[in-house]
């Protein structure tokens, strides 16, 4: 039987937050015993909206990674590697980047959101990079002949134009590359403390895997509730509140209470909100247990990583090898 390739990955923009682990890593946790496993921590996707700020980049990265270990992923069933280290990806960036319109990419809807979102560093005109980040994403996932990418709703759009890219690619050239598919969990996109409809690194509205009781409790105290609930006793209205949200996710055995509770008045806010703090510490314990031991040992943390991205660029070798010859980019071949 054929083994599942499965890739995904993250950018080192801060640590992962709530929203990665109901939307992603739960799933990637559970798939990891499914097949060859890679993740990718994207470095150089990461600077095509922060490359006024390298220092972020570099110091985000072992703190992804260390996030990764911490939720249950382990180094001997997952390659590990860095985007930056390897250049065949850059590579394929290029020769991609003749197969996609400007218009194609303008019109992709994620990257349409995005750029609206960072008005302030790009003023009216985007850079070429960011535009193009989806074609580089096409290059991370088909360099490792990647099929399966769990990965959270957001995304959709960026796999449909990797699949475009790949036909197109097969199509001119030969069936050197595979289609990939997204994998959705049952939780696709986890809203902000804010009430946005994604929680995200670079929109402040996170609660991080690796955040101190002190800071949940500040986070959660503040966290939107309906608006029309003055009294402890007015009876409530969950949907528009940020704390049941939660609850769902943390609380899921007696969610219906809690809710109940509120609709009838019978809960206060103060309580509610101190049933989820004490709900998600629970859960996050051991995750941050798991974390602090790989905190006190950067070097096996470094390793991991150095072993991954040695183990990746062989593999990414080998695609680069059938792709420029399918290209007639292989002059020197039979020298
Ligand atoms: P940034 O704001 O810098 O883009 P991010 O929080 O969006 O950071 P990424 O590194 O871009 O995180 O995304 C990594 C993975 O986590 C992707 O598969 C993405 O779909 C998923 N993900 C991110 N945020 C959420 C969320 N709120 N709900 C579900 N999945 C999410
Ligand atoms: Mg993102």
Same mark, same amino acid.
């Given at each position: 039987m054929e083994i599942k390739r499965i890739l995904t990955g993250d950018r080192p923009t801060g640590k992962l937050h709530i929203g990665h682990y109901f939307g992603?890593?739960?799933?990637?946790?559970?798939?990891?015993n499914d097949g060859k496993m890679f993740i990718e921590i994207a470095d150089v996707q990461a600077l095509t909206d922060n490359f006024n700020n390298p220092e972020k980049v570099k110091g985000n990265v072992k703190e992804v990674l260390m996030d990764q270990l911490a939720v249950g992923l382990d180094p001997n069933k997952v390659t590990f590697f860095l985007q930056s280290m390897i250049?065949?990806?850059?590579?394929?960036?290029?020769?991609?980047?003749?197969?996609?319109?400007?218009?194609?990419?303008?019109?992709?809807?994620?990257?349409?959101?995005?750029?609206?979102?960072?008005?302030?560093?790009?003023?009216e005109s985007v850079t070429y990079g960011f535009l193009g980040y989806p074609v580089s994403q096409a290059a991370d996932i088909t360099a490792f002949d990647a099929t399966i990418i769990p990965v959270g709703e957001?995304?959709?759009?960026?796999?449909?134009?990797?699949?475009?890219?790949?036909?197109?690619?097969?199509?001119?050239?030969?069936?050197?590359?595979?289609?990939?598919?997204?994998?959705?969990?049952?939780?696709?996109?986890?809203?902000?403390l804010d009430g946005n409809e994604k929680m995200g690194k670079s929109l402040g509205n996170a609660i991080y895997l690796s955040d101190s009781e002190e800071e949940i409790t500040k986070k959660v105290m503040n966290a939107?509730?309906?608006?029309?609930? #003055? =009294?402890?006793?007015?009876?409530?209205?969950?949907? @528009?509140?940020?704390?049941?949200? &939660?609850?769902?996710?943390?609380? %899921?055995?007696?969610?219906?209470?809690?809710?109940?509770?509120?609709?009838?008045?019978?809960?206060?806010?103060?309580?509610?909100?101190?049933?989820? #703090? =004490?709900?998600?510490?629970?859960?996050?314990?051991? @995750?941050?247990?798991?974390?602090? &031991?790989?905190?006190?040992?950067? %070097?096996?943390?470094?390793?991991i990583l150095f072993e991954g991205t040695n183990e990746a660029k062989k593999e990414a070798a080998k695609t680069m090898e059938k792709v420029k010859e399918v290209m007639k980019l292989d002059y020197f071949k039979d020298k």
């Open positions: 992603s890593l739960q799933n990637r946790v559970k798939l990891q250049p065949e990806i850059a590579e394929l960036t290029v020769f991609y980047s003749n197969l996609v319109t400007i218009a194609r990419l303008e019109r992709n809807p994620t990257v349409k959101t995005e750029i609206a979102q960072k008005r302030e560093l790009f003023g957001d995304q959709l759009p960026l796999i449909e134009q990797c699949r475009e890219i790949v036909r197109k690619f097969n199509s001119i050239y030969g069936e050197v590359l595979r289609e990939p598919t997204a994998f959705l969990g049952e939780n696709k996109r986890i809203k902000g939107v509730t309906d608006p029309a609930r #003055i =009294k402890k006793d007015d009876p409530g209205n969950p949907n @528009i509140c940020m704390v049941a949200y &939660y609850h769902n996710l943390f609380s %899921k055995d007696n969610v219906k209470n809690i809710c109940e509770e509120c609709k009838q008045g019978k809960r206060g806010c103060v309580a509610c909100k101190k049933q989820l #703090i =004490k709900n998600i510490m629970e859960h996050l314990s051991p @995750i941050q247990e798991r974390r602090h &031991y790989y905190e006190e040992r950067p %070097k096996e943390v470094r390793e």
